[in-house]
Nanobody
């Protein structure tokens, strides 16, 4: 049974920070890209960040670039999303995703913005940012 479980969501003030974690079990994702996506109220899911199998390459949506940072600890089979300078526009349910075969040992995270690259998804953790 493959599971991705996000944690760390909650409420934050504008300008504040949160760290989201995504712990994987049932499968080792050390050889694959991982991604973060979010869905804001009334909006469709959008790409947030991606990280290559060994963390050597990262990519971010323009809306979060320079504010968010994605990292991973393959020994823990866990990926993180550090969110800084939070804005109310960041309010959304954040989901992590595990890459499929097409991302294996590839160091080009910028190519993995589309959800089609990911085979496994977490349930999501809500983030609410208030002014």
């Amino acid at each position: 049974q493959v599971r991705l479980v996000e944690s760390g969501g909650g409420s934050a003030q504008a300008g504040g920070s949160l760290r989201l974690s995504c712990a994987a079990s049932g499968r080792t994702f050390s050889g694959y890209a991982m991604g973060w996506f979010r869905r804001a109220p009334g909006k469709e899911r959008e790409f947030v960040a991606a990280i290559s199998w060994n963390g050597g390459s990262t990519d971010y949506a323009d809306s979060v670039k320079a504010r968010f940072s994605v990292s991973r600890d393959n020994a823990k089979n866990t990926v993180y999303l550090h969110m800084n300078s939070l804005d109310p526009e960041d309010t959304a349910v954040y989901s992590c995703a595990g890459g499929g075969r097409g991302t294996y040992h590839r160091n080009d995270a910028a190519n993995f913005r589309d959800a089609k690259w990911y085979d496994y998804w977490g349930q999501g953790t809500p983030v609410t940012v208030s002014s």
